[in-house]
């Protein structure tokens, strides 16, 4: 899942359970839509992206480069340190946000297909919470 600084998901991925974390990030971030602006050109990228040292391999960090986005994602190995209030890691909040929907609490389904519309569908449910606690109106 990939969540912008206040914790709101913008991508979201199901795989199986043998696969990596780190290996669905770069489509994550070429999934993510446009984002309107107020003045100027749409946007399509972030300026960054932060991530826990099992995201730091060589190539996950490479292809992070690539698409010419600023990688705040630690070396696997590096030395931790304190790093206490330096960094903060927002999208634990936003899994805490995912895990109050039973349904996607643990996996039932059948098929891919499925769990990966409920989870977009947790997803969409978060973000219109977000918005009606920020008295934002929603077309429908």
């Keep these: 899942m990939l969540s912008e600084a206040a914790g709101i998901p913008l991508a979201v991925f199901t ?13 994550m971030l070429d999934a993510l839509p446009a984002v309107k602006r107020p ?8 300026d960054e992206v932060m991530a826990d040292r099992g995201y730091g391999f060589p190539w996950t960090i490479a292809a992070v480069l ?6 705040l ?4 190995g590096s ?3 304190s790093g206490l209030g330096v960094r903060r890691y927002v999208i634990g909040r936003t899994m805490a946000w995912m895990a109050r929907f039973r349904r996607i ?6 098929t891919g297909e499925h769990w990966q519309a409920f ?12 918005l009606d606690k ?3 109106a929603v077309a429908a």
């Design 39 to 46: 003045n100027g050109h749409r946007r399509y990228k972030p």
């Design 134 to 136: 920020h008295n934002v």
């Design 66 to 71: 690539r698409r010419r986005i600023a990688s």
């Design 79 to 81: 030395e931790h340190g």
């Design 73 to 76: 994602i630690p070396q696997r």
């Design 105 to 110: 609490d643990h996996c039932r389904e059948r």
């Design 15 to 27: 795989t199986p359970a043998n696969i990596r974390d780190e290996r669905p990030l770069t489509d």
């Design 119 to 130: 989870n977009e569908l947790a997803c969409c449910m978060i973000c219109a919470e977000r």
